[in-house]
């Protein structure tokens, strides 16, 4: 975590820490998005096959 680390006052290891704490949600978000998708797409091959 050097990010919060080069940040000396408070505001600022707040602010980085909200950012990675929202970056990672995000990106956690989007990736099982993508999973359910992927795995939608595969069960309607699966039927029409």
Do not use: E
Request: aromatic share 8%.
């Amino acid at each position: 975590m050097t990010i919060l680390n080069n940040n000396s006052s408070a505001p600022g290891r707040s602010l980085a820490a909200t950012t990675v704490l929202l970056g990672t949600i995000g990106f956690l978000c989007g990736f099982l998005l993508a999973l359910t998708l992927s795995a939608y797409s595969l069960y309607s091959c699966v039927q029409i096959l």
